[in-house]
């Protein structure tokens, strides 16, 4: 089986395509633009055999038209992770996010259309906004959408272009709409590791507003394992919500974190809110756990966040030219 893997040198991708060359004997093609978000270095010493990196743009017609139309029509799949991902950018300016995630994958399922081959879409529960706190009903495949950032809008449009292409021209796709992940590899952009990384750096933990706000957390390793048993055993057509129960406060991962790393629970900053900021994302992943049988392995958030910290500790070469240019924009803010 051969997988042409874009967006594989990101956050999510990356740590997908190591759980392949662990799990699996497929082969990867990567196609990544290696943006300010993309490591190279995390798909550093993997085997050539295996691994093959395209450093191309997913809204490029003909690069991606070629790459598509390696992959047979029996077996092989394109997996979608590429998107500009991070939302306080989207605010900043939008039109990347348009650019990459909407036309993107236009370009992407107009090549998977011509050529006949299967593709799994990664998407987002933001699609969905967001909830209160005290609602008893978690998103489920059937909740409206009602995205409310510009990079949650441009995820939804790019799923409902998914969804109409299996409909009006019979593309073989599944969608799946994941919570929040954390692990290795993530931009310190994001909540998690830039709380990591300042205090590594002798900084401050920044939270927004209150801390009030809910994410449902989900070890990136889990999220791997549901990318693959969708696209192995996922019907097409479908869309499955990817969550392993990890519900918390922003203000109760803060506490936790500087537990974990020997501080005092109490001593962050509240800094200035994100305009729009959805309140709490939860997601009810009954059906991919009764109809595919899929179980997340990382079922203790403490546990897999001593071991994101640890990672964080050990690999600075890799995060540290990258911290002050991103605490610049948030200081610019009062972020
Ligand atoms: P990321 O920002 O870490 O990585 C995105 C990757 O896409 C980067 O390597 C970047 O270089 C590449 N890319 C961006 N624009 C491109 C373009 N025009 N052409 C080719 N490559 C391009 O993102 P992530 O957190 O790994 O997210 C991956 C996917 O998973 C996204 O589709 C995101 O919406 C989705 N998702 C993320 C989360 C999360 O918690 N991070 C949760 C659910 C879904
Ligand atoms: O729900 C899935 C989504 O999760 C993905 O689709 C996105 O790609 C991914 O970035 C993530 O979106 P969030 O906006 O939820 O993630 P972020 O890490 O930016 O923020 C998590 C929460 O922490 C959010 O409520 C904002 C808050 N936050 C964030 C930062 C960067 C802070 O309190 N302080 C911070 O410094």
Not at 74 to 82: E, P, Q, S, W, Y
Not at 224 to 236: E, K
């Amino acid at each position: 089986m051969r997988l042409l893997v874009t967006g594989g040198a990101g956050f999510i991708g990356s740590n997908f395509v190591h759980f392949l060359l662990e799990h699996t004997d497929v082969r990867v093609a990567v196609l990544d633009k290696l943006t300010y978000a993309a490591s190279r270095e995390a798909l550093e010493g993997l085997p050539c055999d295996r691994v093959e990196l395209v450093v191309g743009d997913v809204t490029d017609v003909e690069l991606v038209d070629r790459l598509v139309g390696r992959l047979t029509d029996d077996g092989d799949a394109v997996v979608h992770f590429a998107a500009e991902s991070h939302n306080d950018n989207s605010l900043r300016d939008p039109s990347p996010f348009v650019h990459t995630n909407i036309v993107g994958t236009f370009t992407l399922l107009e090549a998977v259309r011509r050529h006949g081959v299967r593709l799994h879409h990664v998407s987002t529960d933001e699609v969905y906004g967001d909830l209160e706190l005290d609602d008893p009903e978690r998103f489920t495949e059937s909740t409206a959408y009602a995205p409310s950032s510009p990079y949650s809008a441009s995820k939804a449009g790019a799923d409902h272009l998914v969804r109409a292409w299996v409909r009006s021209f019979g593309v073989r796709a599944t969608l799946s709409n994941c919570s929040n992940n954390y692990g290795p590899w993530q931009h310190v952009e994001k909540f998690i590791p830039r709380q990591i990384t300042n205090l590594l750096d002798g900084g401050r933990v920044r939270l927004y507003g209150s801390g009030a706000n809910v994410r449902d957390w989900i070890h990136v390793d889990d999220h791997s394992s549901a990318v693959w048993t969708i696209l192995n055993h996922g019907r097409v057509g479908e869309t499955y919500l990817v969550g392993a129960d990890g519900e918390k406060a922003n203000l109760e991962v803060v506490r936790l974190i500087l537990e974990l790393m020997d501080r005092n629970p109490d001593d962050f900053d509240h800094v200035t809110d994100r305009p729009g900021h959805d309140l709490r994302y939860a997601i009810d992943p009954t059906k991919l756990r009764t109809e595919l049988g899929w179980e997340p392995r990382f079922t203790s958030f403490e546990e897999g966040l001593v071991r994101t910290i640890d990672w964080y500790a050990a690999h600075r070469d890799w995060w540290g030219p990258k911290k002050a240019a991103v605490e610049a924009g948030y200081a610019a803010k009062g972020q």
